[in-house]
């Protein structure tokens, strides 16, 4: 019996992979990480401006987002060690995730009691201590992920996890803002708190992944020196161990590096070419994020029937190829219809890029250190994102938006380049989701 799908069965057959029990699971974990971020971003600084903090510490609070960034220095812990009685009762996977969930919860019940305009300092601990668990949380649950979902359901359950995440942050921007217009901001809080449930309940009717169960955990380690070779040497090693190594790092930065660089500067140009903030709400806001689920489902069906390193080059050149609408948009200027095709087709091929790269970030990882591995790739994947995209203002102040929006899509080209090398040098490997090094 095999999960592979036959090149005979229709297109639309391969979206059944998402009915299965695991990727529910995936979803509604999805569902947990997504939550908690808003509440140390967008619906925070809501809250703090309308208290009467200064824009200066607005600002100031975004820094407790670098506990996302930094989340691999204590993703060794998570890999590894055990929680005594706590993990012999639910296994390392679930054993940490309900741990982490449960403390999630009460975090998030004290931000809500806190008053900035009292006590800012306060507020400020609350939210380092949700962003901090919130993190571990993504920690936890990627690995989770990657181990519980069979090699030929990678993409679909990158998928379905981005599907939950953008549903978690919609319920705690949105939803969280509902409800403090009607019941204030400790009721808002108290119910997000009360919706971490929902992640937990999920880890409580799911299984330990069989791998992790084998594996095991650390209750306490024989040594310091022992524990640190073994789980923080230990995965930079066993990554190194594989054949082009390096190769395969740098195409996890530069992977969604054009992609990255135009979205940078995306807004700046909405608001150039003179489009409302209501245009651009309704339009990115809504429109966008169907678009963006839609080629989230897309993607991670490629994945499941072609493998994930057609499924990558596939999406990454109409991720790339969409960044020339940006070039019409510039050249037509202000038009609603325009936008609407503009920021669907972006925001769908984007999906579908992400559905992709996020499954073959998972197949990269060795099961015996998949917190922290996947946690150091994914702040290496961030770094398109963040550090080097930075330099897009100055790039766009040099040329004009059509010239601009076509050099973004020239700097997808070395990413889709290294596609192809990875192809040609593992021709085995990506088959049907599955990724040797």
């Given at each position: 019996m095999t999960d592979s799908v036959s090149e005979k069965t229709p297109w639309y057959a391969s979206l059944a992979v998402y009915t299965r029990p695991r990727l529910l699971a995936v979803l509604f974990m999805g569902f947990s990480s997504g939550l908690p971020l808003p509440l140390t971003f967008g619906t925070l600084s809501f809250w703090l401006a309308e208290s009467g903090v200064s824009r200066e510490a607005i600002g100031a609070f975004s820094l407790v987002g670098m506990a996302y960034t930094i989340k691999f220095l204590w993703a060794p812990a998570i890999d590894r060690l055990g929680l005594g009685p706590w993990t012999r009762i639910f296994g390392r996977r679930r054993g940490w995730a309900l741990a982490i969930q449960m403390a999630l919860a009460a975090a998030i019940l004290f931000l809500g009691s806190t008053d900035p305009r009292i006590d800012p300092a306060m507020t400020a601990l609350a939210a380092v201590i949700v962003a901090v668990l919130s993190a571990s949380q993504d920690i936890v649950i990627d690995a989770y992920r990657i181990e519980l979902l069979k090699p030929e359901e990678q993409g679909a359950g990158a998928a379905a996890t981005q599907f939950g995440y953008r549903f978690g942050m919609m319920a705690s921007s949105a939803g969280a803002l509902y409800a403090a217009e009607f019941g204030g901001w400790s009721t808002s809080f108290a119910i997000m708190a009360a919706l971490m449930g929902v992640g937990a309940l999920t880890v409580l009717f799911t299984r330990e992944p069989a791998q992790s169960a084998k594996t095991g955990a650390e209750t306490a380690p024989k040594s310091m020196a022992a524990w640190f070779q073994s789980a923080v040497v230990g995965p930079f090693a066993d990554f190194a161990t594989r054949p082009s190594w390096m190769l395969i790092l740098v195409f996890v930065v530069a992977y969604k590096f054009g992609d990255a660089l135009a979205g940078v500067m995306a807004n700046a140009f909405y608001v150039s070419t003179g489009f409302t903030r209501l245009e651009v709400a309704n339009i990115s806001k809504i429109f966008g994020v169907a678009a963006t689920l839609a080629g989230l489902a897309a993607g991670g069906a490629i994945v499941h029937r072609r493998g994930v390193y057609q499924a990558l080059l596939v999406c990454g050149v109409l991720q790339a190829l969409s960044n020339l609408i940006y070039c019409l948009q510039a050249i037509v200027g202000h038009d609603v219809?325009?936008?609407?095709?503009?920021?669907?087709?972006?925001?769908?091929?984007?999906?579908?890029?992400?559905?992709?790269?996020?499954?073959?970030?998972?197949?990269?990882?060795?099961?015996?250190?998949?917190?922290?591995?996947?946690?150091?790739?994914?702040?290496?994947?961030?770094?398109?994102?963040?550090?080097?995209?930075?330099?897009?203002?100055?790039?766009?102040?040099?040329?004009?938006?059509?010239?601009?929006?076509?050099?973004?899509?020239?700097?997808?080209?070395?990413?889709?380049?290294?596609?192809?090398?990875?192809m040609k040098r593992f021709p085995d490997a990506g088959k049907r989701s599955q990724i040797s090094g």
């Open positions: 219809a325009l936008l609407v095709v503009t920021i669907g087709v972006e925001n769908f091929t984007g999906g579908m890029g992400s559905a992709a790269f996020v499954a073959y970030l998972s197949g990269l990882c060795n099961v015996a250190y998949t917190a922290t591995q996947y946690a150091l790739l994914s702040a290496l994947a961030s770094v398109g994102r963040t550090t080097l995209s930075a330099w897009g203002g100055w790039l766009a102040a040099q040329l004009d938006w059509v010239l601009f929006f076509a050099a973004t899509t020239l700097a997808a080209i070395p990413g889709i380049v290294l596609v192809i090398v990875l």
